[in-house]
């Protein structure tokens, strides 16, 4: 369906989730299967220039991001817009033969929404050609004290971890130490269960929350109106249940407090000079690491990569086992970022004009590939981010 | 440490000053924070490359004027400048309030090896400034103590400073850094900008994203300019011309022509399937400027027999990384 507008979109969303909608010529009710809604959380960057109409701008980036070669054989598609200010409609042809939709929400011009009902497959194709590097449009990276957050909003129904720290090779000190770990935790109990596996010290260090599996209802006098909702550490949740509304507020929830997260970061700890007579504005943050990594140019060779997870490009100007320093780009987010990296901790120094979501892309990679307890601090040792609603 | 010994410094002290972990935090628990002045004192006859760096604080009512030298002995006018000043001239010249310069008082610091110049140059001014050295294990208070006995008892009997880690972004570089801390900086900044679709890039705009630009003078950042620009044209004409030229002060795309095999098809030089590629150029970079700066560094593989970045490397393969990053090494 080309979406109208948001109303509309909301409805068809609304009969697609549970099953219930009109079909056929006469519109008489009857319905199908009940398909899942998946919504990808996405930063639009750099942000729109300020004086520029923002909402123009996202349109260009779409028309832009459709351009694509690989995208446009594989998937030959056209934004169609809507009678709603930021709202847009992908229309493509997946393999040239499956008609696929997405719906595109920019009415924040920096952090996107994209519902469809796509199969997981292709939207996730979709979706990683839309992000590819060096594009205007990356996906959000949840840590896992966002996610449990996320959780915590309504009744846990499942947590799925997975630590993967095999990049970096066993490095001996601890014979008992664990290079790889994934585990799912379903039901109600669950939290409970993880809560006692991270009492165990051993255990926490390999415990990452990657999704949490919710059941969320925005009104609690109405608890028929819910959604079962799956958020996936990379900015993707996918609804089932009987309310989209209960969906769009989750989401909504969700971006807030990212954002809120990310535009604190970027008040607070942006590296700048101002004003003529100039001024020093910015801190540096720490990610505390809860056990020595060892080598820090063993770590600087693996985040100097360029392949995921860490995906950064750049040379060390300083690199031994004590100290490594360098000036990164992250190829996913866009944006810079200076590292100064020891056996103790990873000092990072955010420069002007960079998205904070690069810190907080490194939070949660460090968390599922280093270290579980890894602690990002700011000045006088305080969290930086800043959970309570 | 970075082998700039006067930017080491004062990152440490701009770290101290802000509550980085891994530092002291007793200069900020006095209230100490750090002010920058690059204009608006008159000081002629001076060298105006650097701006002046106070620390100053409300709660103890003190400014500190810091000088720091990485030679064996500081110029005589750099600290007399400092006999002429009157709490008036800094209050309507600088952005230091009342309470700040109610008291005021300069202080040297400089290297332990050079102690006994050092010495003999802070005695001789009429300044009677601190004389700060730096050892092994932190900085020490060597002559004249402070004003305030809250400040001198943080250097004695020493402060402690793991030089290994002391953090060295805050101020990444400035116009006295090697090349390859320059390079460092720029050129992912450079390559970034490229990787988005931009060319005509002014050298003039690399130079305003820098931190200092705004904090230094007008000679520092005449300097800075230079350097920069000297650097950019290194790498534009060396190891990174398939990805960027500079034509007189604007950065451009590689063009295709001359057989580049990254440019063209109307796309940017730095594209997804050249980054790691680039990398490895980068690295060649950065490891033949290095080797300039420290000629008697040992190293496993001189640079001009490298193999050339572009015979038998998948630009696919992560194997190109890993040895972007042992070149860099």
Request: glycine share 8%; hydrophobic share 35%.
């Amino acid at each position: 369906m080309i979406a109208q507008d948001r109303g509309q979109l909301t409805a068809f969303l609304q009969g697609r989730l549970t099953g219930e909608y009109a079909t056929g010529a006469a519109g008489k009710p009857s319905g199908g299967d009940a398909i899942p809604v998946k919504t990808y959380l996405l930063e639009s960057h750099p942000p729109a220039d300020p004086d520029a109409d923002g909402h123009v701008s996202c349109e260009q980036t779409l028309h832009e991001l459709l351009s694509e070669a690989l995208l446009r054989s594989r998937c030959p598609s056209r934004a169609h817009p809507s009678a709603d200010r930021g709202l847009f409609t992908i229309e493509g042809s997946y393999r040239r033969r499956s008609p696929v939709h997405l719906y595109v929400d920019f009415l924040d011009a920096r952090f996107w929404l994209i519902h469809t009902l796509a199969r997981s497959e292709t939207a996730d194709w979709i979706i990683g050609r839309l992000t590819r590097v060096g594009t205007g449009l990356a996906r959000i990276a949840l840590p896992g004290q966002l996610l449990e957050t996320a959780a915590s909003l309504g009744s846990v129904r499942g947590l799925i971890t997975v630590h993967d720290r095999r990049m970096f090779g066993h490095d001996g000190t601890d014979p008992g130490g664990t290079d790889f770990m994934s585990m799912q935790l379903w039901g109600r109990r669950s939290r409970q269960v993880m809560s006692l596996l991270q009492a165990d010290d051993s255990l926490n260090e390999c415990l990452s929350v990657s999704r949490v599996h919710v059941q969320y209802w925005p009104d609690e006098e109405n608890r028929e109106a819910y959604c079962i909702e799956d958020i996936h550490c990379d900015g993707r949740l996918e609804a089932r249940g009987t309310s989209i509304a209960a969906h769009l507020h989750l989401v909504d929830t969700l971006r807030d407090r990212v954002r809120r997260n990310v535009e604190r970061i970027e008040s607070h700890y942006r590296v700048s000079s101002e004003g003529e007579q100039g001024s020093l504005s910015g801190r540096s943050a720490t990610f505390r690491l809860s056990r020595p990594v060892g080598d820090a140019a063993a770590l600087c060779d693996a985040i100097l990569s360029t392949a995921p997870p860490f995906r950064y490009w750049g040379v060390a100007m300083t690199s031994s086992s004590a100290y490594s320093r360098m000036r990164v780009l992250d190829l996913s987010v866009g944006g810079l970022l200076d590292f100064e990296i020891t056996s103790d901790f990873i000092r990072v120094f955010l420069p002007a004009g960079s998205s904070a979501s690069t810190v907080v892309r490194l939070y949660a990679t460090l968390q599922r590939h280093l270290d579980s307890r890894v602690r990002l601090i700011g000045k006088d040792m305080q969290d930086v981010f800043e959970l309570q609603a | 440490m970075s082998s700039n010994f006067r930017l080491s410094v004062v990152n440490l002290l701009l770290g101290m000053c802000r509550g980085t972990p891994g530092v002291s935090g007793a200069l900020r628990g006095m209230g100490y924070r750090d002010v920058w002045i690059n204009s608006g004192l008159t000081w002629d006859g001076q060298d105006r490359s650097h701006p002046v760096f106070v620390l100053a604080s409300r709660e103890t009512r003190h400014s500190l004027f810091v000088e720091v030298t990485g030679s064996p002995e500081i110029d005589p006018g750099r600290l007399e400048r400092y006999t002429r000043l009157t709490a008036v001239e800094l209050r309507q010249g600088t952005r230091l309030s009342r309470e700040q310069t109610e008291t005021y008082g300069v202080a040297v610091i400089g290297r332990h090896d050079h102690r006994e110049t050092l010495r003999a140059c802070v005695a001789e001014s009429g300044v009677r400034p601190a004389l700060i050295l730096k050892t092994a294990d932190g900085l020490v208070l060597d002559a004249n103590p402070f004003v305030k006995a809250a400040l001198t008892n943080i250097f004695r009997p020493l402060l402690p400073v793991d030089w290994q880690t002391v953090p060295l972004s805050w101020i990444p570089f400035d116009h006295e850094s090697g090349s390859v801390e320059i390079a460092g900086v720029i050129v992912p900044e450079v390559v970034r900008r490229l990787l988005h679709g931009e060319s005509g890039i002014e050298v003039d705009d690399v130079c305003r994203r820098q931190v200092l630009w705004r904090l230094t003078t007008d000679t520092g950042r005449r300097k800075l300019r230079e350097r920069i620009r000297e650097v950019l044209a290194d790498a534009a004409s060396g190891e990174m011309r398939r990805y960027f030229a500079l034509h007189g002060d604007v950065i451009e795309a590689a063009a295709p022509e001359d057989g580049n095999p990254e440019a063209g098809e109307g796309k940017s030089p730095v594209n997804p399937r050249t980054l790691r590629i680039a990398s490895i150029r980068f690295a060649r970079l950065m490891a033949r400027l290095r080797e300039l700066e420290q000629p008697d560094r040992v190293s496993d593989t001189p640079v001009d027999q490298l193999d050339d970045p572009l015979d038998g490397v998948d630009p696919d393969s992560s194997s190109a990384s890993t040895r972007a990053s042992s070149e860099g090494s």
